[in-house]
T-cell receptor, first 115, second 113 residues
């Protein structure tokens, strides 16, 4: 079984300040890792994903994340946030086995960008 | 390319009534998911299809929930009878397969009164 823990339920941050959202996962097999963003009353939109290769992954809207296998983490960062980054962010894992694309989500981190 | 389409967007029903949600995935996507999202929480998988086969329905409350995916394309999720605790957003997503992300619809917000 796999699980995802997002360590911060809410992160307030001032505009143009950096932000880091923490994600740790647990799995008995190799995983793929994803970050999604959800704006109010919308579905989830992919920010970035890690499949293999370089552990530093760049995504849309200036976000990046770093995969750390030894610490089983996939933290999301942005060097300078905008008001429009106010949203909920979800980390997700999918095992790489032949069983297919089983996608498990964390509980989410609500980011509130203040002017 | 059209995204994942869900209908209705909003539904209000009285408890003990039946309700159904419909999902049209992205063309060519073999994997289809139904997720339940309670307020302030992450999505929780209800059922996952690979083509027309339900390969993971361990989290689906089978006493009141049912789902089908006709011809491996569209899918319907049904609740009968609905309970107050079923009030949530029901998300449908599809994926072309392994190593690919899931693409989500806008969800159906169900309110049971």
């Amino acid at each position: 079984a796999q699980s995802v823990t997002q360590l911060d339920s809410q992160v307030p941050v001032f505009e143009e300040a950096p932000v880091e959202l923490r994600c740790n996962y647990s799995s008995s097999v190799s995983v793929y890792l994803f970050w999604y963003v959800q704006y109010p009353n919308q579905g989830l939109q992919l920010l970035l994903k890690y499949l293999s290769g370089s552990t530093l992954v760049k995504g849309i809207n200036g976000f990046e994340a770093e995969f750390n296998k030894s610490q089983t983490s996939f933290h999301l960062r942005k060097p300078s946030v905008h008001i429009s980054d106010t949203a909920e962010y979800f980390c997700a894992v999918s095992d790489t086995g032949a069983a297919g694309n089983k996608l498990t989500f964390g509980g989410g981190t609500r980011v509130l960008v203040k002017p | 390319e059209a995204g994942v389409v869900q209908s209705p967007r909003y539904k209000i029903i009285e408890k003990k009534q039946p309700v159904a949600f419909w999902c049209n995935p992205i063309s060519g996507h073999n994997t289809l998911y139904w997720y339940l999202q309670n307020l302030g929480q992450g999505p929780e998988l209800l059922i996952r299809y690979e083509n027309e086969e339900a390969v993971d329905d361990s989290q689906l409350p089978k006493d009141r929930f049912s789902a089908e995916r006709l011809k491996g394309v569209d899918s319907t999720l049904k609740i009968q009878p609905a309970e107050l605790g079923d009030s949530a957003v029901y998300l449908c997503a599809s994926s072309p397969g392994l190593e690919a992300e899931a693409f989500f619809g806008q969800g159906t917000r169900l309110t049971v009164v």
